[in-house]
Structure formats: C-alpha cells, structure tokens
C-alpha cells in the first residue's frame, strides 16, 4: 500500500471519529451533485475526487471537456480519484510503469479540495486560493500524489487549495489536421482551463475568493501554467487567476498542430491501432479500446530520443494562437504577477549520463531540434564550449533551452511584476525542490532537514499566492531578506546551504552569460518550435 494511500485512509478514520462524536462530515452542494468530504485532525477540511467534467469517453474522446452530468444522492469525496492514462518520456528500453495503489483510467477528470476548517468542516470565507497542476511532461502524474494540507499549513491556514488532473498523452495531447477536423486540440490544456473554470464559479462554496485565485505548477505543471499565460493572446475571458508561480517553467518543442513531425506521430498511432485503411480515422481511435490505445501511448513516448516527450501540447490556431514564446516576446500575458523558481541543474535527469565518451553538443543540438541546420548547431557549440566537458555542455543546454530560458522570457514579459527565485540545494535537480513544500510526498524527510530553510523556501510560495508580493510574509520570522523585483538589476533570491550544513538565503544577481544564452534560444523559437 502507498503512503499516499495509507494517509488517505488515516485522515477518512479521522472523519468516522468526528462523526461518532455528533459531528456530520461537511456536504457541499455544486449544483450537478452533492459531495461529502471529511475532516482531519489537524481541522483541514478535504474532498477528494469532486467530477468537474463528464466522462471523456466514447464520443467524448479527443474532445474538449464537457460540464459534468446532474446525479442524485450524496457522492463520497473520500478517497483518491482514479487518476489519467500514464506513460514516460523517452526512456530507450526501460520501463517506466510502476505498480500503483490508484487505478489508471481514461474517466479521470476530478479535482481534489483542501481547505482549513473547524471540526464540523466549515469554512472561512475569502481565502485566497491556489489551483495546483501536477508535473509530469504532460506524460504521467495524478492530483493525489500531492497533499494540499501541506501548503495550508504553510500558509498559517490562510488558503484554499485545489490540485486538479486532466487528459495525458495520447489521450490529452493527439494533435493532426484530422483531430482539427473532427475533435479538439491541447484537449489536456482545455481540461485544465474548465478546472479552473470550475474553481471560479465554485470555491466560493469551500470558503475561497474566486478573485484572488493563483494557478502553480511544477515542471509540465509550470510549462501548464505558462500555456494559461498566453492563451487566447493573453485576453482570457472572464479572468482565471489574478496571479501564476512556476516551478521550473518546462516548454518543449511545441509545433503547430499540422507540423510533419505531429502528423507523423499521428500516423503511426493511426497505424498501430489498426485504423489506416478506416473510412474515417477518428472514428476509429474512438472505437479503439482504451486500453489498446493506452498500449500505443506507451510504445509512441518510451521510442522518443532520450529525456524527450512525444505527446505535449501543440499551437492549435485558437487557444493558444502562436508560438508562447513569440507571445512572451509581445507581452501578451494573462495574470497580473508572476513568481518564478528554477533548480540549477534542471537539465542532468533528461540527459543520458552514461554517454561521457560519445558526447557533443553541437551533435546533440541536431538530435533535440530537429528543424536545427549546422549553421544553428555550431552556433549552440560555441555558446556552451566554455562550460566544461562535453557531457556537462549538454546538460546545460537541455536545461537552459526547455526550462531555464522560457522562464527568463515569462519574468521579462511579466516586468514590474515579477519575482524569480533558485533552488540550489545539491544537487539541485529538476524536482528536487518538491518535498520542502509538498513533505508529504515522500515517507522521508527532504535531504536538507532544516526548518529554517524550509519554512523560508515553502512561505515564499504561500506568501506570494496570499499577497502577490514574497516580502509580505506569513510568517514575519522567516529569514528570507528583502526580494526585489527581477527586473531591479536581474534580482534573484537564492535558496541553499552551507557546506557546514547551515542555511543560505540571500538575494543574487542573474549571470549576464546565461542571459545571453538565453536571448539565442529566444532568437531560435522559430526553429526550436517554442
């Protein structure tokens, strides 16, 4: 049994306790349905599992999500949902599967909500709120592998949260002039946006402020929130968030949804799911079994070049209109402020590290862009030649290009309003900052045990999302230093340690050559698909 699911169980034993006392667990009445959550404790009030969307089946499939169905009685919000079809990136020959408590499933398309509450489950009113989207390369992740109960207590119980999930893969992210035709494109990325649609109509109804809405992601969950920046050339109606945070900003080469390279993808699921000789193609993917599609999900990711991702969002003509970082470039921007935090070696897990004595990074530019001519690719070369070993070269270039520099171009388009941070505890890799805000991701504590840093480096999120501003903090007492805007001088806030194991935060300033390695990749977007 999962931890995740052991804590699930832990917290529903708690909410049978409060019952047996006299106290009823809290219904919520959304209109289409009532939901029972239960109570902590700790006194934070969850409901895991709320439908916002109707089941993406049958004909539903590659579809935009639809408004849920009404349903009678009292549904049981009180254990993890199902969670969406999961696959890998580009992985050679390993398998990526793993074996999971949670079923996996197409009729994925819940929300889990935490709020603080008393022992009965009711809610404060006007709480901020943070919408939640889960990582995972537009590949993998689930809503529950998170704990919202973790960010309301960094909060001094000042928030409500909501963790969302939404479409993955083939199943999200199928893009072809015939999905065009007949169907939807980024069906993901519009599962995501009825989510948020959802919260603004309902938070009210958990004690949230439908105005003062953050959305944070991280990884594919931040390269989310960066979609959402830009869609519909940054004039989203009715507004969504009043703010974004992004964990390590991840945008992958991002083609129009025709592109040679989609449609080819697109042929051979065609062809795998025996639909080539079909009157109507999309016909047939949609009578095609799940689970034979999810099988083609999984052989389409795991033969894509190494730390690649196949199946990701494209440019579809209408939500998002162009390339996001041409609309960064412009200033076409949703959100009235933005917090940015990368992790200073985001690149090593995407690279294969076991390739020292056949690495190069003018080769590998060639490999990761493959609009990229020799002309581009030496010009990568004598950009990254002064970094170190080849090996290190392509690291740093796979980090930079798909995480590091999109969020460069997120805090230039964002200006006054923007404040950027690093995670440097060693190793520093893409992810490694998930436990100090989310502890209950893991059964063990994160490798730099120290609730100092770790209350500093959580508030900074909680902080930003109650007051749009990190220096206004929760806890007065952190010993984060005043934060300038990044655009004050390049400002950073750094977030590290010792080597005696003590914590360091203090703010830096950006290096001016990374800045210029990242004005070539934006020079490159045409190319690089960004």
């Given at each position: 049994?999962?931890?995740?699911?052991?804590?699930?169980?832990?917290?529903?034993?708690?909410?049978?306790?409060?019952?047996?006392?006299?106290?009823?667990?809290?219904?919520?009445?959304?209109?289409?349905?009532?939901?029972?959550?239960?109570?902590?404790?700790?006194?934070?009030?969850?409901?895991?599992?709320?439908?916002?969307?109707?089941?993406?089946?049958?004909?539903?499939?590659?579809?935009?999500?639809?408004?849920?169905?009404?349903?009678?009685?009292?549904?049981?919000?009180?254990?993890?949902?199902?969670?969406?079809?999961?696959?890998?990136?580009?992985?050679?020959?390993?398998?990526?599967?793993?074996?999971?408590?949670?079923?996996?499933?197409?009729?994925?398309?819940?929300?889990?909500?935490?709020?603080?509450?008393?022992?009965?489950?009711?809610?404060?009113?006007?709480?901020?709120?943070?919408?939640?989207?889960?990582?995972?390369?537009?590949?993998?992740?689930?809503?529950?592998?998170?704990?919202?109960?973790?960010?309301?207590?960094?909060?001094?119980?000042?928030?409500?949260?909501?963790?969302?999930?939404?479409?993955?893969?083939?199943?999200?992210?199928?893009?072809?002039?015939?999905?065009?035709?007949?169907?939807?494109?980024?069906?993901?990325?519009?599962?995501?946006?009825?989510?948020?649609?959802?919260?603004?109509?309902?938070?009210?109804?958990?004690?949230?402020?439908?105005?003062?809405?953050?959305?944070?992601?991280?990884?594919?969950?931040?390269?989310?929130?960066?979609?959402?920046?830009?869609?519909?050339?940054?004039?989203?109606?009715?507004?969504?968030?009043?703010?974004?945070?992004?964990?390590?900003?991840?945008?992958?080469?991002?083609?129009?949804?025709?592109?040679?390279?989609?449609?080819?993808?697109?042929?051979?699921?065609?062809?795998?799911?025996?639909?080539?000789?079909?009157?109507?193609?999309?016909?047939?993917?949609?009578?095609?079994?799940?689970?034979?599609?999810?099988?083609?999900?999984?052989?389409?990711?795991?033969?894509?070049?190494?730390?690649?991702?196949?199946?990701?969002?494209?440019?579809?003509?209408?939500?998002?209109?162009?390339?996001?970082?041409?609309?960064?470039?412009?200033?076409?921007?949703?959100?009235?402020?933005?917090?940015?935090?990368?992790?200073?070696?985001?690149?090593?897990?995407?690279?294969?590290?076991?390739?020292?004595d056949t690495a190069n990074a003018t080769a590998y530019a060639l490999e990761l862009f493959p609009d990229f001519g020799p002309p581009q690719?030496?010009?990568?070369?004598?950009?990254?030649?002064?970094?170190?070993?080849?090996?290190?070269?392509?690291?740093?270039?796979?980090?930079?290009?798909?995480?590091?520099?999109?969020?460069?171009?997120?805090?230039?388009?964002?200006?006054?309003?923007?404040?950027?941070?690093?995670?440097?505890?060693?190793?520093?890799?893409?992810?490694?900052?998930?436990?100090?805000?989310?502890?209950?991701?893991?059964?063990?504590?994160?490798?730099?045990?120290?609730?100092?840093?770790?209350?500093?480096?959580?508030?900074?999120?909680?902080?930003?999302?109650?007051?749009?501003?990190?220096?206004?903090?929760?806890?007065?007492?952190?010993?984060?230093?005043?934060?300038?805007?990044?655009?004050?001088?390049?400002?950073?806030?750094?977030?590290?340690?010792?080597?005696?194991?003590?914590?360091?935060?203090?703010?830096?300033?950006?290096?001016?050559?990374?800045?210029?390695?990242?004005?070539?990749?934006?020079?490159?977007?045409?190319?690089?698909?960004?």
């Open positions: 049994m999962s931890f995740r699911l052991q804590l699930t169980r832990i917290f529903l034993v708690a909410a049978l306790t409060f019952s047996a006392l006299g106290q009823e667990a809290p219904i919520v009445d959304l209109g289409y349905a009532r939901y029972q959550g239960t109570v902590t404790a700790a006194n934070i009030t969850q409901f895991l599992g709320i439908r916002y969307a109707a089941s993406p089946l049958n004909d539903l499939r590659f579809r935009a999500p639809q408004p849920p169905s009404k349903v009678a009685g009292v549904q049981q919000a009180t254990v993890p949902p199902n969670q969406c079809f999961q696959t890998s990136k580009g992985l050679s020959s390993t398998n990526p599967l793993e074996v999971r408590d949670i079923i996996e499933t197409e009729d994925c398309l819940f929300l889990n909500v935490y709020y603080p509450s008393d022992g009965a489950g009711t809610p404060a009113k006007g709480l901020p709120v943070i919408i939640f989207i889960h990582g995972g390369g537009y590949l993998a992740g689930h809503a529950s592998a998170t704990d919202g109960a973790d960010l309301i207590n960094q909060s001094n119980r000042g928030l409500v949260v909501v963790i969302i999930q939404y479409r993955l893969g083939l199943f999200g992210f199928l893009s072809s002039e015939k999905v065009k035709q007949d169907g939807d494109l980024n069906v993901g990325l519009l599962d995501q946006d009825l989510a948020l649609r959802w919260t603004n109509k309902h938070i009210f109804r958990f004690g949230g402020d439908p105005s003062k809405v953050t959305i944070w992601g991280q990884s594919a969950g931040a390269g989310s929130v960066l979609q959402h920046i830009v869609a519909n050339d940054g004039r989203t109606e009715s507004q969504l968030f009043r703010a974004a945070m992004t964990s390590s900003t991840f945008l992958p080469s991002q083609y129009h949804y025709n592109d040679p390279i989609r449609e080819l993808t697109f042929s051979k699921i065609v062809e795998q799911s025996n639909c080539t000789f079909a009157t109507d193609a999309m016909a047939c993917l949609r009578s095609t079994d799940a689970d034979s599609l999810q099988a083609i999900n999984i052989a389409i990711n795991n033969g894509a070049f190494f730390g690649t991702y196949t199946l990701v969002p494209v440019v579809d003509g209408s939500y998002i209109t162009q390339r996001p970082t041409l609309s960064l470039l412009q200033g076409k921007v949703n959100g009235g402020a933005l917090l940015s935090v990368t992790n200073t070696f985001e690149g090593v897990k995407f690279v294969d590290q076991t390739t020292a690719a030496d010009k990568v070369g004598a950009f990254y030649a002064g970094l170190g070993a080849q090996l290190f070269q392509e690291t740093a270039l796979m980090g930079e290009s798909i995480f590091i520099c999109p969020t460069y171009l997120l805090l230039r388009a964002f200006g006054a309003r923007a404040f950027k941070g690093e995670f440097a505890i060693p190793p520093g890799l893409h992810a490694d900052d998930l436990p100090y805000y989310f502890p209950s991701i893991s059964t063990t504590p994160p490798p730099f045990n120290n609730p100092t840093f770790i209350d500093a480096f959580a508030q900074t999120f909680t902080s930003f999302a109650i007051a749009l501003d990190p220096n206004v903090k929760v806890d007065p007492t952190t010993i984060t230093p005043p934060w300038q805007r990044w655009e004050v001088e390049h400002t950073e806030m750094l977030f590290n340690k010792t080597v005696d194991g003590l914590p360091v935060v203090r703010p830096f300033r950006t290096d001016d050559a990374l800045l210029a390695r990242c004005q070539f990749w934006a020079s490159q977007g045409a190319l690089t698909a960004q």
